[in-house]
């Protein structure tokens, strides 16, 4: 069974710091992927990485950034956190290709004050 | 990825009740991919539907694509409580990026 895990997850930050949401997935997975979920808003993706050290941006990646630098490790980076990146962040993972089935991760659940 | 419309937002039922949602997009759709996610949970893939007039079951669940691929349905026979969730659907393309519709919130009244 595939394992994606969240390294928290609960985290409360502070308006302006900087914060790193860390990804591992234990199955080999080309694709990672990095999701925010809101209520009314649904899934929105903000980064994916089909390769290593490859990024390509999402729908929503003002404010965040990436790292790709091992395969099964994929980092979200808030520069300067702010109020309106209180969320839910979702991690997912699937093989190879356009199409393939996304692993999510339990999530982190992100208060900025 | 184009944009998929989930109907309904919510929807309540007794147990034993049937249930679906729909899945709907004003142009061709190249895949769906369903999704579940209980409360508290994350989304966990179901199934994924490629083919023009594609029906697929899964014991009480079955799941269809319209065959001008332009929308998509998720039907529960005889729910259970152990439905309880939120349904998503979701869009792929070329491109890596699955867009995901709102989802539809399935609770079950025992």
């Known amino acids: 069974d595939v394992k994606v895990t969240q390294s928290s997850r609960y985290l409360v930050k502070r308006t302006g710091e900087k914060v790193f949401l860390e990804c591992v997935q234990d199955?080999?997975?080309?694709?990672m992927f990095w999701y925010r979920q809101d209520p009314g808003l649904g899934l929105r993706l903000i980064y994916f990485?089909?390769?290593?050290?490859?990024?390509e941006k999402g729908d929503i990646p003002e404010g965040y950034s990436v790292s790709r630098e091992k395969k099964e490790r994929f980092s979200l980076i808030l520069e300067s956190a702010s109020t309106n990146q209180t969320s839910m962040y979702l991690c997912?993972?699937?093989?190879?290709?356009?199409?393939?089935?996304?692993?999510f991760g339990n999530g982190t659940r992100l208060t900025v004050t | 990825g184009q944009q998929v419309m989930q109907i309904p937002q919510y929807q309540h039922v007794q147990e034993g009740e049937d249930f679906t949602t729909y899945c709907n997009s004003s142009?061709?759709?190249?895949?769906i991919q369903w999704y579940k996610q209980r409360p508290g949970g994350h989304p966990v893939f179901l199934i994924q539907?490629?083919?023009?007039?594609e029906v697929k079951k899964q014991k009480r669940l079955t799941f269809q694509f319209g065959e001008a691929k332009k929308n998509s349905s998720l039907h529960i026979t005889a729910t259970q409580t152990t439905d309880v969730g939120t349904y998503f659907c979701?869009?792929?393309?070329?491109?890596?990026?699955?867009?995901f519709g709102k989802g539809t919130l399935l609770t079950v009244n025992p």
């Open positions: 990485s089909y390769d290593v050290k490859m990024k």
């Open positions: 979701a869009e792929g393309g070329s491109n890596y990026k699955l867009t």
């Open positions: 142009t061709t759709l190249s895949n």
């Open positions: 997912a993972s699937s093989l190879p290709g356009a199409n393939s089935p996304l692993h």
């Open positions: 539907l490629v083919k023009s007039g």
């Open positions: 199955m080999d997975h080309e694709n």
